[in-house]
Structure formats: C-alpha cells, structure tokens
C-alpha cells in the first residue's frame, strides 16, 4: 500500500542521501516544512477516509489519534513557518507525495469492511516507516534552523509512536 | 455476601484514616514524548500528576490495568491504590514508557 509515495520518499532519500551528494540535492528550509507539512496532510485524509468507511472501533479510534496529532503538528509547523517568515516551498517531493497519496486514496475508497480496515492499517505502518526514514536520514539533517530542526525530531518521535501504535492496531485485526 | 463486605469496609476506613496523613503529589512532566523522570517511587495514596507541555495529548496507560489521558499542554492525575511496581506506557505512542514502584 502506498507504494508510490514510498518509492517518491525511497527515491527522495536516495539522492539525498548519497555520500557525495551536492548541495543542490540537499532539500531547503522553505522545502522541507512543505514535505513534512505534505507528508501530514496526507495521513489526516487517510484518516478522514477511514473514519467516514471503517465500522471497527479500533480503526475508526486510530484514525482519529491520527488526524488530531497530524493536525497539531502541522498548526505547530505553520506557527514555526510564520514566526521564521519562511515560505514553505513546493518542490518534487511534495507533489509526488501528494500525487500518490490522492491515488491510493481512490484505492481505499473502493475497499470495504475487513479488507479497508487492513489495507488502512498496513499503509499507515508502511507509510509511518517510510516517512521516519525520510525525516531521520534526510529532512532532519538537511535542516539549517534549529528550531525547525527541533519540531522534525519530536515529529519524528511522534510519528515512531503512530509506527507503533498502527502495528498494535493491526495485530489486534488479525 | 455479608461477610465478604467486612474486609471492604475495613480496607475502606484504613485507606481514609491512612492516606491523608501521608499523602503526596508527586509531579512529572511530559516533554517532547518523554516521561521525566521516567522512574518514580511511590506509597499508595500518593497521587500521581502529569503535566503536558507538548501539543498532543499522550496517556499514562497500565496494560490491563488503569489509563489517565493528558490532554496537550494540561494535566493528568491519578491517585495510586495498590502496592506494586508497575509499568506503564502511552497507548497513543507506545513508544513512550514509563515506571512507578508503589510501596504499600
Ligand atoms: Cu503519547
């Protein structure tokens, strides 16, 4: 699930992330806040999706742990991005991320019962992963403030905890 | 059934004769996922308060045992009542742990 925007974050951090990259391939300040505000977004139109289709209490209640953390979290980035008077930046990331994410969206859209609520939960432990990765090898140390770099690292232990908490989930559905 | 009801009532009038002599407010905090300090000990009776400073709500949750939500930038508490070393971790994010001993 999510296949797309994993392989655009894989893809992403890849070329990031590579010994000898140049500085060009370093993500900015102005495009990071925009991935990582992308990147919740997407989980809060999961949720919102899984809230309005699921009918098993543990997923419709994990999908709304989901969407009021993301939420905080990005009100908190938009805070930071306004005191910091930085424009985030849309940049190939995003779009890619965004672009994938709408498809698998229309996926889980045609999904029902028992099927959604796993093939919900297996993304959101595919999709936490994969944006952890992201944050912990490239975004976090590719960020220049250190108060940007701050709100990255405790979102990174946040979303190690979504990680967790979706792995509970789905072994609680099997 | 009437019996069983004496040894509640005295474990009822010893636990308000006890407890407010001894009583304590132990205080931790909650800061960017972290329970601090992430250990504690305890008498039964103390209470227990968690302050949040961060943005997201977190619980203080005892696998089939008690849970106490803290709501973002508030307080949680809960009073202990039973002797035991307990752990305990936050259900929203398990990856945050914490540990109290309660002594009796
Ligand atoms: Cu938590």
């Known amino acids: 699930m999510f296949i797309r925007p994993t392989a655009a974050l894989a893809a992403f951090l890849l070329a990031g992330a590579a010994p000898y990259a140049r500085a060009a391939e370093k993500p900015t300040d102005p495009q990071i806040a925009h991935i990582a505000y992308t990147a919740g977004t997407i989980d809060i139109e999961a949720a919102k999706l899984a809230i309005k289709k699921s009918r098993t209490k543990e997923v419709v209640d994990f999908a709304k742990d989901m969407e009021r953390d993301h939420e905080a979290v990005n009100k908190q980035a938009l805070d930071l991005v306004k005191k910091l008077k930085v ?80 792995e509970h989930v789905a072994g609680a559905l099997k | 059934m009437r019996a069983s009801l004496l040894p509640l009532l005295a474990a009822l009038t010893l636990a308000l004769v006890a407890s407010p002599a001894l009583a304590a407010t132990i205080e931790l905090t909650i800061d960017k996922l972290v329970f601090s300090p992430a250990s504690v000990e305890a008498k039964v009776g103390d209470t227990i308060e968690w302050t949040n400073k961060d943005v997201i709500a977190h619980t203080a949750t005892v696998k089939g045992g008690w849970e106490v939500t803290i709501p973002p930038k508030s307080k949680g508490r809960i009073t202990l009542k039973q002797a035991g070393a307990v ?13 109290l001993e309660v002594s009796p």
């Open chain 1, 87 to 166: 424009t985030p930046e849309d940049n190939a990331t995003s779009q890619a991320l965004a672009k994938a994410a709408k498809e698998e969206r229309a996926k889980l859209a045609k999904l029902k019962g028992a099927a959604f609520d796993k093939a919900y939960i297996e993304n959101e432990v595919a999709y936490h992963k994969q944006v952890d990765s992201a944050l912990e090898t490239l975004l976090i140390p590719s960020a220049s403030n250190t108060e940007l770099k701050s709100l990255l690292e405790t979102g990174l232990k946040i979303f190690q905890g979504h990680e967790q908490h979706a």
């Open chain 2, 87 to 99: 752990d305990y971790f936050c259900r929203f994010h398990p990856n945050m742990k914490g540990h």
